[in-house]
């Protein structure tokens, strides 16, 4: 399994403040079934431009790969961002240097509201205007915002990725509303979107076993499969 959501990369955001806890969190992915996973930091445009943040994000994976000496005990590891959306985005010229890295798939978070026309045209024209994938960010925290509206089937229609929190899976958020998504689908992948090694811990194995055991191992080697596709020309560390 790969984890395309976290908040490993010591001193970047809300995350990770140190190099023992971002150890730790790889080491328990690892435990829990992880072969690869996604760093990915917030980005947020309104705070620094796209230079300035993987100059930052350089300096702070250099120091974690110091400290880790034997390979075999960690899983892979690439590099991303978890990218804010902000207007015209898709006209941004530095926008594909936040995709991870060796690929075109970018890790979007959508606005915490309702969204307009133009939010989801823009996430269209990332791929349209950019060549870039969206992999939306926790597609279930999204979802009570959206009431009302068909902006959620709306987005499902679009050229994109969605990811979903290994955290959905032990709580009803998503599940009554959208188990035919989880059921048929095949345009989804997990991130445990772990941030620390107290509240917001690795959590993979959590959506590993219900997929495993509520969906079935098929969709869970689809999953599997997606995820090994979209990172398969990436740059590992």
């Known amino acids: 399994m790969k984890d395309f959501h976290t908040h490993i990369l010591p001193n970047m ?17 690892k435990l829990q079934g992880a072969d690869g ?12 431009d796209v230079g300035a943040f993987l100059i930052r ?47 075109k798939y970018m890790l979007l978070e959508m606005p915490f509201g309702k969204w307009s026309h133009d939010t989801l045209e823009e996430v269209d024209n990332l791929y349209n205007n950019k060549n870039i994938v969206p992999i939306i960010a926790h597609l279930e925290r999204y979802i009570a915002f959206q009431k009302g509206t068909n902006n959620i089937n709306d987005l499902l229609k679009l050229n994109l990725i969605i990811q979903i929190n290994s955290g959905a899976f032990k709580r009803k958020i998503i599940r009554p509303k959208y188990h035919k998504f989880l059921t048929t689908s095949d345009i989804y992948v997990i991130g445990s979107d772990s ?35 979209i990172l398969i020309n990436a740059t590992r560390l």
């Open 195 to 229: 941030h620390n090694m107290d509240e917001r811990k690795p959590d993979l194995k959590k959506a590993i076993e219900y997929i495993n055991n509520s969906i079935g191992k098929n969709r869970l080697m689809n999953i599997n499969q997606l995820g090994d596709e």
């Open 13 to 29: 955001d809300d995350g990770s403040q140190d190099i023992i806890t971002s150890l730790e969190m790889l080491k328990s992915l």
């Open 37 to 48: 996973v996604v760093l990915t930091p917030h980005y947020y445009y309104d705070v620094e």
């Open 57 to 103: 994000r350089e300096i702070s994976v250099n120091e974690l790969l110091k400290h880790i000496e034997t390979r075999h005990n960690y899983p892979n590891i690439y590099l991303g961002a978890e990218v804010a959306f902000f207007p015209n985005m898709s006209k941004y010229k530095d926008i594909d240097r936040l995709c991870i890295e060796g690929t």
